[in-house]
């Protein structure tokens, strides 16, 4: 996908001039200042042997066949353990070392140049090096200045002009100015851009497709200039693919950059210790406001339960994708505190709308009649997420609440199935990511829907992979049925409707994986970016949603309701509706 490989990953590091000198911390390795007891460190080595052993599961490649149960009942000998865990005074019997925040990731990042960023993991990552013109606040979803610190649009809606903030320097010393926006965007969408050909820019096409022209007023102005007017424009630059790079850097080290990101942000990529950890230090001289964290260190590790674990036992400071099966559990231990936000999320199974059989409405109208998702809501996630009934989020501005979901009929699915053409059913091929960003619980939601569907006839086979790997894969378009998610930063429908369903963004060159092409929809969503009037908007929106539910694209199943759990001493943290994981608020105690 781009210009090296995985091995080239593996320990690299900022220069000696870039790297923030550590501060003074505490000499032990458990953070404390007084010397934790030998029972202490032989708390955690047991915890940790007894447990991490028993929680890893081995990478299964196929599943055929699986019993729900497999999906819903995974309370082994290590659950028990990790429950009475849990259950008991929840103290922590070991703590990371003062200054440096450990947190644990679902997945590991694939990729930390912004321009070419695709999952949240490497988001999530990436966003604390670097900045956008525009951004949210701490609380909310609404637009405020980021590095522009005001801006004018005109009254055809066809230039934006930025006011960038004086005084802001990259984390390699270069200013940040309108030349730096100006190579940031157009190394995504010239072709003759000397910079062009280090990426594939896999989203470039939606975010910028409809750029004309950036151009450089002044060292301190910027302006766009659109093809015709996007009343998402604002929200898209929200962006990552939006955030301004060093062009220095990017100059400096070609390829090479994805390993060594330099941003404004309130954080300097340190090192990455390929399938271990991606280590950051505070930006000492961050425009906004100080840092009070020294370092953070991200951790990979794919299972709910290891995660756990590594929390309890002090491995972890803060994890997210916190197993639904112990959220009761989590609320009720007093040395932890669990967070819980809603944002614009969805999960969905994605279906090739290309291929037979299931070009036919009526299949892909039948696998969202066969799948039970109030069973999977209830008994997998626990609760922690909400039905979907479509693409956008229930209850913002542009959500249709006369639709309403699928039910679970079997009868009605085999009936569809029939007038299809397959009477007995067909065999087909689910992919699954192994873990993931917002992908919730996917081998075990995936096994339920697997059984779902063997109930009509439609014999699936689960295929699971590296997130990585699996991104890739989709890239390629043979698949057959898939599990996805997306998080769209902002409630705009378009953020969500137009990237992953209108039939310009067909993978590989944007994130329509269904392949999926309606003329009517594409117009109604084309004629919502022209107007700013939102309530015009919303009912194009609506019109164009209940198309979808009707043409089946996916099965819609679930809104997200994220969680985090986070040890005592991390303090100031919040979960934020756009998913963003916002370190640089935290301070230890």
């Given amino acids: 996908m781009i210009g090296w490989s995985p091995r080239q990953i593996r320990k690299t590091r900022s220069s000696p001039s870039t790297a923030t000198p550590a501060t003074s911390r505490c000499s032990n390795p458990f953070g404390s200042c007084s010397q934790p007891s030998t029972t202490s460190y032989l708390m955690v080595g047991l915890l940790r042997a007894i447990l991490l052993p028993c929680l890893a599961r081995p990478r299964a490649i196929v599943y055929r066949d699986a019993a729900p149960e497999e999906a819903t009942m995974r309370m082994s000998m290590a659950w028990l353990v990790l429950a009475v865990v849990l259950l008991a005074s929840g103290a922590l019997v070991a703590a990371q070392p003062a200054g440096t925040l450990v947190v644990g990731l679902v997945a590991e990042p694939v990729n930390l140049d912004p321009a070419q960023v695709t999952d949240l993991n490497s988001n999530r990552v990436g966003r604390r090096i670097v900045e956008t013109l525009v951004t949210f606040p701490d609380e909310s979803t609404q637009i405020v200045p980021g590095l522009a610190e005001s801006w004018t649009i005109s009254k055809d809606g066809l230039k934006y002009a930025f006011k960038l903030r004086k005084g802001i320097t990259f984390h390699d010393g270069a200013p940040f100015d309108a030349d730096a926006v100006k190579f940031s965007i157009e190394r995504q969408i010239v072709t003759e851009h000397p910079f062009n050909k280090l990426g594939k820019y896999p989203f470039a096409n939606y975010f910028f497709g409809n750029v004309k022209a950036v151009e450089v007023v002044d060292p301190l102005t910027v302006e766009f200039s659109l093809k015709e007017p996007r009343a998402s424009f604002l929200a898209v630059l929200t962006a990552g693919a939006a955030s301004i ?20 942000g309130p954080f300097k990529f340190a090192s990455w210790d390929r399938g271990q950890r991606v280590v950051l230090e505070k930006n000492a001289s961050y425009w906004k406001h100080p840092v009070k964290v020294d370092r953070v260190i991200y951790r990979p590790i794919v299972e709910d339960q290891a995660r756990l674990t590594e929390l309890l036992t002090g491995g972890l400071d803060l994890i997210v994708g916190t197993p639904p099966d112990f959220v009761t559990q989590l609320e009720n231990n007093a040395k932890i505190t669990l967070l819980k936000q809603v944002g614009a999320h969805v999960w969905y199974l994605g279906i090739n709308n290309q291929k037979k059989p299931f070009d036919d409405k009526r299949v892909r109208q039948a696998l969202n009649y066969a799948v039970n998702k109030d069973a999977i809501v209830r008994d997998v996630l626990k609760g922690t997420g909400t039905l979907s009934r479509g693409p956008v989020l229930p209850n913002t501005w542009g959500a249709d609440s006369a639709l309403k979901p699928y039910p679970y009929d079997p009868e009605r699915a085999r009936k569809l199935l029939a007038e299809a053409g397959y009477p007995s059913g067909f065999s087909t091929t689910l992919w699954v990511p192994e873990s993931g960003s917002g992908m919730q619980s996917p081998v075990a939601m995936s096994t339920v829907i697997q059984s779902n569907l063997k109930a009509i006839g ?132």
Wanted: neutral net charge; hydrophobic residues 40%.
């Fill in 245 to 264: 790079v060093s062009p220095t850097a990017v100059k400096k080290l070609g390829v090479d950059y994805p390993l060594s990101p330099v941003g404004t």
């Fill in 458 to 589: 439609v014999n699936v086979t689960l295929q699971t992979m590296e997130w990585g790997a699996y991104l890739a894969k989709l890239r390629t378009k043979e698949q057959d049925l898939f599990a996805l998610s997306w998080m769209a930063g902002n409630e705009d429908p378009d953020l969500v409707m137009y990237p992953l369903l209108h039939s310009s963004q067909w993978t590989p060159n944007g994130p329509n994986r269904a392949l999926y092409k309606n003329e009517k929809y594409d117009e109604l969503l084309h004629q919502a970016r022209l107007t700013t009037d939102q309530k015009k908007r919303a009912e194009l929106y609506r019109d164009a949603q209940r198309i979808l539910v009707d043409d089946a694209p996916w099965v819609f199943v679930d809104h997200e309701i994220q969680t985090a759990a986070h040890a005592k001493r991390v303090q100031g943290f919040k979960l934020h509706p756009s998913f963003d994981l916002r370190v640089e608020t935290i301070s230890l105690k």
